[in-house]
């Protein structure tokens, strides 16, 4: 008689026996090692490997784009640096719109 042991009760030989034992596997009553026949494939779709290359590009960039920030900072720095109220609330508002319309 053949004694097979499952996946599931690996863990509770472990306890008992106090040797491991792997998942892939098992030892029958001659005391021979059989190996779970059973492969994992992985797959990475095109729309991962499009975040992947996005996120390399991203990380290629400069951090800091001082033709950019360079004014602002001087504006800050003389005190003459103005926000409109309106533009910042306007477009507050589109952020959340456009939000709502991609949830919908």
């Known amino acids: 008689m053949v004694t097979r042991i ?12 106090g040797t491991r034992v792997s998942k892939g596997q ?3 009553s001659a ?18 490997r499009s975040i ?3 996120g390399e590009a991203a990380h ?6 001082s033709e950019l920030i360079s004014p602002i900072q001087e504006a800050l ?3 003459n640096y103005e926000i409109s109220n309106l533009d910042v609330a306007d ?8 939000e709502r319309k991609k949830a919908i």
């Not at 499952?6 to 026996?17: A, C, E, H, P, Q």
């Not at 290629?60 to 784009?65: G, S, T, V």
């Not at 477009?91 to 456009?98: D, E, P, S, T, Y």
């Open 77 to 79: 720095a003389n005190g």
């Open 52 to 54: 992947g290359m996005a």
């Open 31 to 48: 005391g021979k090692t059989a190996k779970s026949q059973r492969q994992d494939d992985v797959s990475v779709s095109s729309l991962s």
């Open 6 to 17: 499952k996946n599931r009760d690996v863990g509770r030989l472990n306890r008992i026996s």
């Open 91 to 98: 477009k507050i508002l589109r952020q959340v719109l456009m």
């Open 26 to 28: 098992a030892q029958n």
């Open 60 to 65: 290629a960039a400069p951090d800091i784009r």
